[in-house]
């Protein structure tokens, strides 16, 4: 390597290194990577769900045709579709404010001067966010057992009767919810536990000269400043919670009668188990879409309060 | 005062009811795992085995092959983690110190894959490792994976922190940059390095579809994978099935427990730089 003079070497009025090649050699690979396993096939995906790829053009690329909108159609016509979407949109529409209000209630208790081994606790309620998913499900498919499961067992103290509740039709979906909500308020709560931080005590000390009671506290000082990060895990939770597959996939395989069916499980069998290709690219769009709406409205609402 | 004490022992009694909630199914997991086969087939349910075994792992590690699995899953994370977090470190200092052309194209593109989820582009990832013979190879996990724009935009932000001049000097000294970025930029990042190095290996290792989708051949599965099919065939088994979870958990809580500072940290920082 050649010995560089000053001049080379100078920075730009940002104190931005100048040099021709170098950072384009280093931004290389990653740029490689992401065209070829991202850029591409989602245009590709794109591509592909409007064509009737299946298991014969796996074969041979020239037996796929494009059939227009052919694929979106019959996916809007099938009612299949229609029941995971509704159990997706069950899934969260349930799921994400109690994942949410658990981690709220356990942040804020967590935050209060009158609790003892914090970091155990918190260490304890965030354990179940590391565990391995697959791992966990096999558990709770267990602690769901209608013969030896721990839930029949927990509720038989209050009176309620056994139930067989990953068979049941009406009952899976709250059985995967109430799973979902374990295994993801922890995140959730570390992230409300930083919100709180950023409180300033002087507000509390403030309100509680002037008389506020502990209630009126929180609604009126610790739910507003939190009210960006509530945005935050909100649409973090909303996302991850679309794309619902793995507990279903172990707990019920989608079953009773489609009740745990998610859009995801669905894309998955459409694609890798019966090879319909263009079907499932045009279910995994409509997936990006709801996404991307999502997302939208979220920047939206932060522009906003940013404005207010 | 007193009044406050009381408080404080109550409000901690009921944190701690919550929390043995939470951790019971882990108890009930570990303590399962222990038994003969069958013995957790009991009302009300077992929470101690009559005698401690180690029969349920014997047949994983002697039987089932979870050795071979647990090898794959540890090989995988870890080619994954020294892979990201070269290749993202590297984009995200050039990203953070260098002036170039089209660097805000470029960077502004990462972050807008962050918005499309992982599955769409699934399909095509599949057909183009197929072409590629990479089906059921550790690259065919890898790859796909290995450049994350969150990483590289979190690596931007810390680097941004060093000062220009350190490089400068070093430059002037004759350094090459890639020997900056190695011997004077990576030894400073070090935290942000632990930090995305715990969470891509944790990601990795607790991975399921990518892994489902890529491995057909079982001499290849990683541990969620490995579990998932067991569950096809032993799900009566209890005993060993909780075995598998935990051989399946516990090595990623150790590293938890081990590194819990910067994974919070990290996580945190996540989200408040929204």
Known sequence: MAKKTHKEVMQDRNGLLSQSSVPYIFVAPSVVLLTVFFVIPVITAFLMSFTDFDIYSLANLHFARFTGLQNYTNLFSDPVFWKAMFNTFYFLVIGAPLTIFAALTAAVMLNSKLVRFKSILRAGFFAPVVATLVAVSVVWKYVYDPHFGLLNYALSFFGVSSHDWLSNPLWAMPAIIVFAVWKNFGYTMMIFLAGLQTIPETLYEAAEIDGAGPMQRFWRITVPMLAPTTLFVTVVTLIGYLQLFAEPYIMTDGGPVDSTLSIVLLMYRQGFRYWQMGYAASLAFVLAAVIFVLTMIEMKIQGETRTA | MKERQIKSIAVTAVMVLAAIIVLVPFFW??????????????????????????????????????????????????????????????????????????????????????VIPAQVGMLPVFLILRQMGMLNTYWGLILPGAVSAFSIFFFRQYMMTIPTDLIDSARIDGCSDFRIYWQIILPLARPALVTLGIFTFLGTWNDFMWPLIVLNRDTMYTLPVALANLMGEHAPDTELMMAGSVVTILPIMILFLALQKSYVSGLVAGSLKE
């Open chain 2, 29 to 114: 997991m570990i303590m399962t795992s222990f038994m003969k086969t069958g013995e957790s087939f009991a009302y009300p349910p077992v929470f101690w085995p009559k005698k401690f075994t180690l029969e349920q792992y014997t047949i994983l590690f002697k039987r089932l092959h979870f050795l071979r699995d647990f090898v794959n899953s540890f090989a995988v994370s870890s080619l994954m983690t020294i892979c990201s977090l070269f290749l993202n470190s590297l984009a995200g200092f050039a990203f953070a110190k260098y002036a170039f052309k089209g660097r805000r194209f470029l960077f502004t593109s990462f972050l807008a894959t962050m």
